[in-house]
């Protein structure tokens, strides 16, 4: 199985409310990144957050990580119809290789 | 503005055929990947380079083929095209990882169709 694993595959929500997905992964990591893809497109750096963090913020964005679980959630507050993308997580898959998750499939209904 | 460009969005070949993709990036980063992107799979690395002349497999190298001469500039080869290769080809890249991971730049995605 992969070594980021998205959880939901897709989500739906309505714009306003709080859209929540995760990402386990299996290895230890020095950190992990999450990114965004709109439809048909390359994706999009969004935010990182090293081993030694637990929260980091960017904007309407919130990152945890739980290393002891090895697990790791993207929240995005008051979403927006923009935020319709998937979003995926990434994190170290051997030297200099970078393993990505299936990734969650975001709705955000106007 | 950082860009990482390659050569076609979407591109059409026939069973057999030898295909070129390329990938373009102007930030002097050492790191270039390819990777193909599936519904239900997600990203697959198909091969990587970090640095001039070096290459490394991926998960999924087989039927590929790679080629980087030149640091900017790194170029996936399907030597045989088959009807299995139809799928979004990315292309990325990143400075060299010193302690962890480093933000990758994707460029826009070539959608090839295999008939």
């Known amino acids: 199985s992969q070594q980021g694993e998205e959880d939901p595959q897709a989500l739906s929500i309505q714009e306003g409310e709080n859209a929540t997905m995760n990402c386990s992964y299996k290895?230890?990591?020095?950190?992990l990144q999450w990114y965004r893809q709109n439809s048909g497109r390359g994706l999009v750096h969004l935010i990182l957050?090293?081993?030694?963090?637990r929260e980091k913020h960017s904007g309407r964005l919130r990152v945890t990580l739980d290393t002891s679980k090895k697990s790791s959630s993207l929240l995005i507050t008051a979403s927006r119809a923009a935020d319709t993308a998937s979003y995926f997580c990434?994190?170290?898959?051997?030297?200099?290789?970078?393993?990505f998750g299936i990734g969650t499939k975001l709705q955000v209904i106007p | 503005d950082v860009k990482v460009t390659q050569s076609s969005r979407y591109l059409v070949k026939r069973t057999g055929e030898k295909v070129f993709l390329e990938c373009v990036q102007d930030?002097?980063?050492?790191?270039m990947f390819w990777y193909r992107q599936d519904p239900g799979l997600g990203l697959r690395l198909i091969y990587f380079?970090?640095?001039?002349?070096?290459?490394e497999k991926g998960d999924i190298p087989e039927g590929y083929s790679v080629s980087r001469e030149k640091k900017e500039r790194f170029s996936l080869i399907l030597e045989s095209a088959s009807t299995n290769q139809t799928s979004m080809y990315l292309c990325?890249?990143?400075?060299?990882?010193?302690?962890?991971?480093?933000?990758?730049?994707f460029g826009p995605g070539t959608r090839l169709t295999v008939l």
């Open positions: 290895t230890s990591i020095n950190n």
């Open positions: 380079s970090y640095d001039v002349k070096m290459k």
């Open positions: 990325a890249s990143s400075f060299k990882w010193t302690g962890g991971l480093n933000e990758q730049f």
């Open positions: 990434a994190t170290r898959g051997g030297y200099q290789k970078v393993t």
């Open positions: 930030m002097d980063h050492e790191n």
């Open positions: 957050i090293r081993s030694n963090e």
